[in-house]
């Protein structure tokens, strides 16, 4: 299966999360997802996005879309103060992100706060969720 | 004044009015359904036109529908004046030339697969995926996607299902039955509750079904009645209100 990954900074300010949203909903509709997820998808990546700002401190955020074996992950980065972690497990943001995402994972290292999404693609019966002859 | 009251009294003045075609009378009517149009305008508010213009547009509507309306219809007033008056404030974001205006092309493409959705849904027993859609659609992938981001940026807004405390209004709440909507688990987000409490019936169940119960966006449109596009718009713009509400700045 070959991996696909789109990558992309935007300056870090609200005004831009809309060209995070488009292009991860463009990603995973390419992607046999199903609108539902490709929704699910773009909210997600909104909720993180916009807690990375919050935070952040750097001019940029960055995203990488990458597909996996089971089906596409989100990788957000900004640069922040400290190494707290930038979302609380028992906040809003957390449950909401748990409700759209698959699998959710938060770091944050040397003053750089990643956050990152998965979403699994289903199986669909006889459809080409399983392209691996591409 | 309750519903009852409001549809009495309406029915009462448009019979006098049709006789004798006293100007109070259609007065009279346009500041009953007032509220109406105020409702119908804040739909509207997002797009950078004070509110206050906004209700003098819809007004006009209100005005317009009050001169067309027919007793004998059956229909509800408010029923009948609700296109109308969205009709005109759309009108008038047409005419100022809006940002966000969306190509007829894509209106159209966006309304099609709006029922296509539907109707894939209800076969499939789940949401279709894109490339489902340009299929039974007969379009490209690419236009697709562009149809559905602009349906997106058209109606962040809600248009097609109107809900809100006019009883006359064509909502959808019949569908939703009498369940508990009552959030128990966002009780310990203290911050939240306000805010929360704020939202309509409709969106508060909305947020409870996807975010602590888990239900799909097709299966919350299927339970209250809207499509799936629908309830994507509605979270959306839940959750923008919720951040802006953290921001201190909220307006749902």
Redesign the interface.
């Known amino acids: 299966m070959v991996f696909d990954t789109v990558s992309l900074t935007i300056p870090a300010t609200a005004g831009h999360l809309a060209i995070l949203r488009t292009t991860v909903g463009g990603f995973a509709a390419r992607d046999q997802f199903t609108l539902d997820q490709v929704d699910d998808l773009r909210m997600a990546v909104e909720e993180a996005a916009v807690q990375l700002l919050r935070q952040s401190r750097g001019q940029r955020l960055n995203m990488d879309i990458e597909t996996t074996d089971l089906g596409v992950e989100v990788r957000l980065l900004a640069q922040v103060d400290g190494d707290d972690p930038i979302i609380d497990e028992g906040s809003f943001s957390w449950t909401i992100l748990r409700a759209l995402a698959d699998d959710i994972h938060v770091e944050s290292k040397a003053q750089r706060a990643t956050i990152t999404l998965s979403k699994h693609r289903l199986t669909i019966p006889g459809g080409s969720a399983e392209r691996d002859s591409r | 004044m309750s519903t009852e009251d409001r549809r009495a009294t309406t029915k009462l003045l448009f019979t006098e009015l049709r006789s004798s075609g006293d100007p109070q009378k259609r007065d009279q009517l346009a500041k009953l359904h007032l509220p109406l149009v105020e409702y119908l305008a804040k739909r509207f508010k997002d797009r950078g036109e004070p509110l206050d213009d906004l209700i003098q547009v819809g007004s006009v509507g209100l005005l317009k529908a009050i001169d067309r309306f027919d007793l004998d219809r059956g229909v509800e007033f408010s029923t009948y004046a609700t296109p109308t008056i969205v009709g005109e404030l759309k009108r008038y974001f047409r005419d100022k030339g809006w940002a966000v205006r969306v190509p007829r092309r894509l209106q159209e493409l966006s309304l099609r697969l709006n029922k296509l959705?539907a109707q894939l849904t209800q076969d499939l027993g789940?949401?279709?995926?894109?490339?489902?859609?340009a299929k039974a659609a007969g379009v490209s992938?690419d236009e697709?996607?562009e149809a559905?981001?602009s349906g997106q940026a058209y109606s962040t807004t809600s248009l097609d299902a109107p809900s809100g405390d006019d009883d006359d209004a064509p909502m959808r709440m019949d569908r939703i039955g009498s369940e508990d909507t009552s959030l128990d688990n966002?009780e310990?987000?203290a911050s939240?509750k306000p805010l929360i409490d704020q939202l309509p019936e409709r969106e508060r169940m909305i947020l409870r079904l996807?975010?602590?119960d888990?239900m799909?966006?097709?299966k919350i449109a299927e339970h209250v009645g809207i499509s799936?596009?629908h309830v994507?718009r509605l979270?959306?713009r839940i959750?923008e209100y919720?951040?802006q509400g953290f921001e201190g700045d909220a307006q749902y």
């Open positions: 959705v789940r949401a279709p995926t894109v490339p489902e859609l992938e697709v996607l559905l981001e966002l310990h987000f939240l996807r975010f602590f888990d799909t966006q097709s799936q596009m994507s979270l959306s959750l919720l951040r």
